[in-house]
C-alpha cells in the first residue's frame, strides 16, 4: 500500500512566520502535489513537482514555495504566513502521470495563522 | 481554463433513500476520477473511467462517463451511514489533475 505522511496533523502559527510543511511517500512515485482544501472550494492545487528538484506552479502558487530535494519528500513552505492561509493543506503523490494517474494522499495538516 | 463543475453541493438524504452527486467538464476529458473523504479524513480513491458512455459498478455505487466525455456522476443505491462523507470528481487539464468542489452526503438513520 501506497503511504503517503505529513509532518504534523495540527499546526498554529503567527503571522509572518515561515512555515514548513514536510510530506513523505513511500512508493517511488515520480509526481509529489501539493493541495490546499477549504470549503466549498474543493481541492486547489497549489504546486506540483514531477522529478527531483522539478516543480511546477499549481492555481494558487502565490505565497507559496516548495522544495524537493530527494524524491520521496515534498516540502512546502510558507515563507511570510498570513491569516487568509489558514486552512487544511493535503499532499498527494502519484506514479508517474500527474494528470491521469491515481493520487494518493495524506493525512493533512490543517495550518491555523494567528 | 478547463474547470469541473460538481452539484449538488450539498445534500442530505434519509438511510435507504437514493443519492447521485454530477460533474460536468466544459471541455471532453480523456478520462475523470471519483475520490471519496470521509470526515476528518482525506480524499481516497474510488474509480476511473475511460470510455465514452463507461458505466462502472462497485457494489451499491454506480459511475457514469457521458457519451460525450463531458460529464459524469455518481449514484449511491440505498444509502447506509457510513456513505457519508464528501465525494468528489475530477479531470485532467493539461498535466493537472482538477477537482470539483464536491458534493458533501449526511445520512440521517
Known amino acids: 500500500d501506497v503511504k503517503v505522511t505529513q509532518s504534523s496533523r495540527y499546526l498554529v502559527k503567527r503571522t509572518g512566520e515561515k512555515v514548513f510543511l514536510e510530506c513523505v511517500q513511500d512508493?517511488?512515485?515520480?509526481?509529489m502535489f501539493w493541495y490546499r482544501q477549504d470549503p466549498g472550494l474543493g481541492l486547489r492545487l497549489i504546486y506540483f513537482?514531477?522529478?527531483?528538484?522539478?516543480?511546477e506552479k499549481g492555481d494558487i502558487p502565490e505565497g507559496y514555495s516548495v522544495s524537493r530535494e530527494k524524491k520521496e519528500r515534498f516540502s512546502l513552505i510558507l515563507e511570510s504566513a498570513s491569516t487568509n492561509q489558514t486552512s487544511m493543506y493535503l499532499c498527494a503523490s502519484s506514479l508517474t502521470d500527474t494528470s491521469t494517474d491515481t493520487q494518493y494522499f495524506g493525512p493533512g495538516t490543517r495550518l491555523t495563522v494567528l | 481554463g478547463q474547470q469541473v463543475m460538481q452539484i449538488p453541493q450539498y445534500q442530505h438524504v434519509q438511510e435507504g433513500e437514493d443519492f447521485t452527486t454530477y460533474c460536468n467538464s466544459s471541455?471532453?476529458?480523456?478520462?475523470i476520477q471519483w475520490y471519496k473523504q470521509r470526515p476528518g479524513g482525506h480524499p481516497v480513491f474510488l474509480i476511473q473511467l475511460v470510455k465514452s458512455g463507461e458505466v462502472k459498478k462497485q457494489k451499491r455505487l454506480t459511475f457514469q462517463f457521458g457519451e460525450a466525455k463531458k460529464n459524469s456522476s455518481l449514484h449511491i443505491t440505498a444509502t447506509q451511514t457510513t456513505d457519508v462523507g464528501t465525494y468528489f470528481c475530477?479531470?485532467?487539464?493539461?498535466?493537472?489533475?482538477?477537482f470539483g468542489a464536491g458534493t458533501i452526503l449526511r445520512v440521517k438513520s
Open positions: 513537482s514531477y522529478d527531483v528538484k522539478m516543480k
Open positions: 512508493m517511488d512515485h515520480e509526481n
Open positions: 475530477a479531470g485532467p487539464r493539461g498535466n493537472k489533475l482538477v
Open positions: 471541455t471532453t476529458l480523456s478520462n
